[in-house]
């Protein structure tokens, strides 16, 4: 089975960098996305990671372990439209396995 | 255009009604999947399908059924909805991956908001 760990809120300051950290346990890793979805809309596509390392995107980075089973998604210079949930999701080996996703951890930024 | 859509977008109904929620996709995947989602649960699967001929059941099923009528049509139905199917239901295809390095990411359509009383 695969199971997905991601705090449920977090807190943080306009302009600031914050951290959203995932542990995943699965049988069989075949990469971890990120996800962000803010309210009441569709979750939108941020990022891939299947090899160690961090994958740089403009203000998003994400980085995976692998041998640790983690994951992070890292957000710069923070805005105030970065106040949504961000959920990881985890890919199996098999070419028929759907993405199990996380609960997702709600980020809230403020002035 | 949007290339996931689904209709409706808002349903209030009551208990013991059949109700069908339809998803349309114009992005040429054969891969479609229906997502339930409740706060502090996340998305859970309830069905999904991988191409016009196979269906296979998610994570929470039971009271839901689906049908693939089309490359670019998956419906989902609720035989005889109850109050704790109360929820967000999202539709979301990819395409099948490709290469060691593919990564076929899920497009989610914009949602439907489902009441049952």
């Known amino acids: 089975g695969q199971n997905i760990d991601q705090p449920t809120e977090m807190t943080a300051t306009e302009g600031a960098i914050v951290q959203i950290n995932c542990t995943y346990q699965?049988?069989?890793?075949?990469?971890l996305f990120w996800y962000q979805q803010h309210a009441g809309e569709a979750p939108t596509f941020l990022s891939y990671?299947?090899?160690?390392g961090l994958e740089e995107k403009g203000r998003f980075s994400s980085f995976l372990s692998r041998s640790k089973g983690y994951s992070y998604l890292l957000l710069k210079e923070l805005q105030m439209k970065d106040s949504a949930s961000y959920l990881c999701?985890?890919?199996?080996?098999?070419?028929?396995?759907?993405?199990?996703f996380g609960k997702g951890t709600r980020l809230s930024v403020i002035a | 255009d949007a290339d996931v859509t689904q209709t409706p977008r808002n349903r209030i109904t009551k208990t013991g009604k059949r109700i069908m929620l339809e998803c349309s996709q114009t992005?040429?995947?054969?891969?479609m999947y229906w997502y339930r989602q409740d706060p502090g649960l996340g998305l859970r699967l309830i069905y999904y399908?991988?191409?016009?001929?196979?269906?296979n059941k998610g994570e929470i099923s039971d009271g839901y059924s689906v049908s693939r009528q089309a490359q670019a049509k998956f419906s989902l139905s609720l035989e005889s909805a109850i109050p704790n199917q109360t929820a967000l239901y999202f539709c979301?295809?990819?395409?099948?991956?490709?290469?060691?390095?593919?990564?076929?990411?899920?497009?989610f359509g914009p949602g439907t908001r489902l009441t049952v009383l």
């Open positions: 979301a295809t990819s395409a099948e991956g490709r290469g060691a390095h593919s990564y076929n990411e899920q497009f």
């Open positions: 699965t049988s069989g890793f075949n990469g």
């Open positions: 990671n299947v090899l160690d």
């Open positions: 999701a985890v890919k199996s080996l098999g070419g028929n396995t759907p993405l199990v």
């Open positions: 992005k040429g995947h054969d891969r």
């Open positions: 399908s991988f191409d016009v001929k196979d269906i």
